[in-house]
């Protein structure tokens, strides 16, 4: 099945989904961590704020951090978050309770909290690719050899490096059908959006997102996360 293909550049509502629990940032809560003096999720939100296109925000936060998540919006005064709300024990739980706080638009983009360094350009650009293919996931063509190892620790198969793609986000996708994909596979184990828009049988298109859009982890990423925002600077 084909997704619906808009002839023009759609506007949106974002999904920042920001509800993990930093287990392995050593006690650190990444999301309200100081990337070059802003909190980390203050960085994300900018870049959403910026896009032209992006009308609204929903912000999916731990329960632990909702009332720290609205004192960053007013500090910051970030005008198109529209709603602030808890996440689920899954990441597609979140991403279904955020999505039932977005407006009627036709598409939206759901993001990562945790990926500071994306740029309005990037979610600009995914947008415009929504509008020709019908969805468009932020993706890099992997730069390493990968090995698919088995639990002994022996290769069991190297794909072709040329077909592999490191998926990001923002990954964008028409509201209504991103809506009856979580509701249909809530009880799938997946690690994305794309993955159950997929199991849904629709057609999941990627574009060049940025390998600078890194996903902030550990505390190494952080360091990595400011070195990238500092060179823009």
Request: hydrophobic share 45%; aromatic share 4%; net charge neutral.
């Amino acid at each position: 099945m084909t997704l619906h293909q808009s002839p023009s550049p759609p506007h949106a509502a974002a999904v920042i989904v920001a509800a993990g629990q930093s287990a392995r940032m050593e006690g650190v809560d990444k999301i309200f961590a100081p990337l070059l003096g802003i909190p980390l999720l203050a960085r994300t939100l900018d870049a959403f704020e910026a896009a032209p296109q992006i009308e609204a925000i929903v912000l999916v936060l731990s329960e632990a951090n909702l009332e720290r998540g609205n004192a960053l919006v007013k500090e910051h005064r970030f005008t198109k978050v529209c709603a602030i709300c808890a996440g689920g024990p899954r990441r597609q739980d979140s991403v279904w309770n955020g999505l039932q706080r977005t407006p009627a638009l036709p598409w939206v983009a759901v993001h990562d909290g945790a990926r500071p360094c994306v740029t309005s350009e990037v979610i600009t650009r995914g947008l415009q690719e929504a509008a020709r293919y019908g969805s468009a996931v932020a993706a890099v063509p992997v730069k390493d050899t990968i090995k698919v190892v088995g639990g002994d620790g022996k290769v069991q198969e190297t794909p072709e490096r040329s077909k592999l793609w490191a998926v990001q986000t923002p990954q964008i996708f028409p509201r209504s059908l991103l809506l009856e994909a979580c509701q249909r596979y809530r009880d799938a184990a997946v690690t994305d959006d794309a993955s159950l828009m997929e199991r849904a049988g629709h057609t999941v298109h990627v574009y060049m997102g940025s390998y600078a859009n890194i996903k902030v982890t550990t505390s190494e990423d952080m360091a990595m996360a400011e070195a990238i925002l500092r060179q823009r600077l």
